[in-house]
């Protein structure tokens, strides 16, 4: 499904089923290829977070723990996630960070390792947080992180767990989560997998795949807002599993207020401090927008979209731009990436031209899918932009070059 | 000072000269003694959320990372709340839960400990997530976690660090800051101080009293929201340590996506993952109405809160009531606590008369006072509320013995 001319793109939107859903969101007068850094806000989500902040807390103060449900926000948010990652709602909680749930879950995965087995394998362009943690947590446990560009032919028999992200941040690279987790299990390694690029773009069959323990990001393609809590997942048979940050939400009894730590039986076990009830109540009722979303349906107007972009840039920009992605959708998640030897002037120049995309170091431009609400105008807008700024060199100029803190 | 009638009570509100901040809160109509369960919400968190919300997210996505200065907000924040604690902004942080920092700051105490120390000292009545998480990174470091209810007595040169709560979250029995840790320090221990029910309600002076490290929540009398961030702090002399939750924003460059973890100098090693951005402007605005408040004055008049109910508790509830707090204002906190046999339904009905308190287990009703809004009329009013419900017996029903999941 392609488009040659703007006619033919606004004809794929004024056919596609999940049109309708872009009214959900409040989106301002941009092109947002975005959406894979930080979702944009929903109407629920604006309303709801009015609701916690004027009513349940300021109205309803402390009784609100009770009364507004406050207390069971991360077992009721993540039973939206559950679905749209293939996982049981009792086998994922919404919790704190990515990067605080990959400390959790990884140390539970050394912990229910092979007896022996010490090192963590990972690939050297994973997403830095989770090559970070994993070096803590290695350094805690007396385990060591071991990075291969292949970590399939990496794995052998000393391998305790096989850390990876399903959709790689830059290129979009798709893991084929089924197959890497079996050939795992084959040599009897465990798997952690990072949703961070996948949760709400994709299908994601974790239990169909049979993988051991997860994490996601809340911010992402869940729109949950700046900063969300994120998820976890841990497989029933990992559940026993004890993880270092022991606090009183996950507790078996946590208002019981016992001197001893005794882990409450099932995913609640995971939870550490107070839930940021404020933030998952954002993400709670951002979430709804999926409630009759078919993420087959996503995936495959994602890949339109994206092939979409790919051809435009072919037609317009192949002199100034290399694809750096995967050019089959198959192997690819809701992205794409192309490399310019000045990608962070490019970027700025077309943000500044009203095309919000993200730039990643070196030389990436990276540009995300979001069916619920990117339309195939917006992509085929985006590259006229995109080859005026880069034909004219519009992004040669002094503002563009100077660095942002946070790229 | 003290009111033995209304009128008097009322006299002391019109020469109160804190009373003109509690226009800066949005109160129900009614009297909250539970402050220091969680603060109420204040008209600038109020707007302030709706801000961040609609318009730094809704409007400037993305961008707003720099151009709403989402990036600066740990230290912006800790900013804020160092002049509380007696501290220098660049040794504070807020980040993530109480539970989590805690986790960070004891595993970092005990990498700084004297060689061979191997043990956490706490007491038994420390609020249980201190413990459970002690016992947490006791077990990852091969440390132990022992208790004793008179933690100076057992300080000996076997203690690696003393980890205490300076107000107890039962009795609101206050520990003197200054000279428990100068007795850890004689011994060669460290100290990590929770300043859960202090901060905000008291004045602190972590550096004047040699603290090295110490954790704080942004939900009880900062008034950060419900599940807000929570703070730490590291004396300068040991933020050259490591902590094991070595996420990117922990990172000395975290948009660099350096593979291998570098940390930051300062006080910034201490972050993990993205920050809580909705949750945590909610908790930058709320403390805005400390910026011109002398916490002196606020314990002075905290002081006289707690005197004035005990003094009407005593008249008037003598022969149902225990206090459980210590008598002199000298050695609690800014709440007092009375024992109650049927303390629970006692709480519930107290509840439903609009006078809302905290009970906590076994048999405590705790009273926090919160000097920028808490006025003497509704202590005086709440002592008489409690007494009429105590001797006519009217917790003596069957809705209030019902047990909610939040107590």
Redesign the interface.
């Known amino acids: 499904m392609s488009a040659a001319t703007r006619a033919e793109a606004a004809a794929l939107d004024a056919a596609d089923p999940l049109a309708h859903h872009r009214a959900a969101f ?1 989106l ?1 007068d ?1 092109i ?1 290829l ?1 959406g894979n ?2 979702g ?2 929903t109407r629920a ?2 309303e709801r ?2 609701t916690v ?2 009513e ?4 309803g ?6 009364t507004a449900g ?3 926000l991360p077992t009721r948010v993540a039973a939206k996630i559950a679905p749209l990652i293939g996982a049981a709602p009792r086998d994922v909680i919404v919790t ?5 749930n990959l ?1 959790k879950v990884l ?1 539970a995965a050394l912990s229910e390792a092979l007896p022996g087995r010490r090192t963590i394998l990972s690939e ?3 997403f ?2 989770d ?3 994993a ?3 290695a ?3 007396g385990a060591a992180l071991a ?1 291969s560009d292949d970590p399939l032919a990496a794995l052998d028999e000393s391998v305790a767990v096989l850390m990876l992200t399903e959709v790689d941040y830059r290129t979009g690279r798709r893991h084929d989560m089924a197959r890497v987790t079996a050939a795992a299990h084959r040599v009897g390694a465990l798997t952690v997998w990072d949703l961070a690029h996948s949760a709400g773009a994709l299908p994601v069959d974790l239990a169909g795949a049979g993988a051991d323990f997860a994490v996601g990001c809340g ?1 992402k393609y869940l729109n949950g ?6 998820f976890l997942y841990v497989a029933p048979q990992h559940q026993d599993a ?1 993880q ?8 078996a009894a ?8 005794q882990p409450a039986a099932g995913i609640e076990r995971f939870l ?9 109540s ?1 993400l709670d009722a951002a979430l709804d927008v999926f409630a009759d979303v078919d993420l087959t349906a996503v995936a495959a107007k994602s890949a339109a979209l994206a092939d979409l972009m790919i051809a435009r840039v072919d037609a317009l920009c192949g002199d100034h731009l290399t694809l750096a992605s995967p050019r089959s959708a198959a192997t690819r998640g809701s992205q794409v990436s192309f490399r310019h030897p000045s990608g962070y002037p490019v970027m700025q120049a077309l ?1 500044a031209a009203g095309v ?1 995309g ?1 730039f ?2 070196p030389d990436i431009l990276r540009f995300g899918f979001t069916p619920l609400y990117t339309r195939f105008v917006d992509v085929f807008d985006a590259v006229d932009i995109l080859a005026d700024i880069l034909a004219a060199r519009r992004w040669d100029a002094p503002q563009f070059h100077r660095r ?4």
Chains 1, 2 share one sequence.
């Open positions: 409040d301002p941009v947002y975005d850094s930080l944009p806000l989500a604006r977070v009015a902040v004027g349940e807390w300021g109205e103060l402390i009784r609100s723990w009770n406050w207390v069971d704190d960070s990515t990067s605080v400390f140390s050297p362009g994973n830095p947080t090559l970070y943690i070096e803590g947590v350094a805690g446990e990075l911010y807002g700046p900063g969300a809590p994120a004890t270092p940050l022991s606090g009183w939400f996950g507790h946590p208002f019981a207020f016992e001197p001893a730590y550490t401090g107070t839930p940021s009830v404020i933030a998952m954002a943000i919000i993200d990643r170091a942002a803190a946070v790229t």
